[in-house]
């Protein structure tokens, strides 16, 4: 159990058998996302045979788990259930994903990555609650094709943008879903 | 705009060349090895996990049923 000493909180960590599944569902996801963004590419075999090495790389999981936590630690985050929601492991894997192609100098790849990215980021909005928006995910698309994405959202901000918009759009769901069973004020 | 039958035969093509596989034992290592990260508010992680990932989502995610939505490169 986490315990709150002095203002910090201290916990045992272990990624389990489930949490282990879902990065690699998300990885094999990402996978066929990036394939379809660079089906017309005369390079696509040599692309995804980079990208997939990016993807099987062990750093990729230890530093997306690694910059997970250093996300909940630094704004203290207190998950009823579980760090690893479906916008964590997307935003914070595929963000490093980013900067070891960033790094490598594969910038085509890098930017088809991010569009990945941003179609499952939008597809997780669409299901159940109907939050995605068109016109934000053309927005960031044009901060990707520019290489403004770091520049005008920063560390976070792409993942909180997604998260707030979701638990919105749960959030007014509930409220209406209470308004109709009268269940309002009684809970 | 290539159509979903051509993606997802592209796709099937192209995982069967290059598919993705996970060394958790070296991660493992790696984590161990590394030890806990430290922060800014010190060393520390949060409780064991229950999971938290919606299953259908994750499911929808294994079947690729987002390949079928509008694609942003078509």
Partial sequence: ????????????????????KNFENYLIALQKAFIEHAAKSPQLDTMVAQYTSILNDPYTIVNADSAIKKYINFYNVLPNDDVYDEFKLIYFSSKEITNKLDSAGLADISKT???????????????????????????????????????????????????????????NAQRKSEAQTGTVGWS | ???????KALIAEQTARSPISI????????????GEVATTYGTSSLPEEKNHVDEKFMQALVNGDFLTSASLAS
């Fill in chain 1, 1 to 20: 159990m986490p315990a709150l000493i002095s203002g910090l909180f201290f916990a045992i960590f272990i990624m389990n058998q489930d949490n282990r």
């Fill in chain 1, 113 to 171: 990555h991010q569009r990945a990215t941003l179609k499952l980021l939008e597809y997780r909005l669409k299901s159940p609650y109907a939050a995605n928006r068109v016109q934000l995910t053309h927005r960031i698309e044009l901060a990707i094709n520019h290489n403004k994405v770091n520049e005008h959202f920063g560390e976070y901000g792409l993942y909180i943008l997604h998260k707030c918009l979701f638990n919105a759009a749960r959030d």
């Fill in chain 2, 1 to 7: 705009m290539t159509n979903n039958f051509d993606i």
């Fill in chain 2, 23 to 34: 060394k958790w034992d070296v991660i493992e290592k790696i984590q161990a090895e590394c």
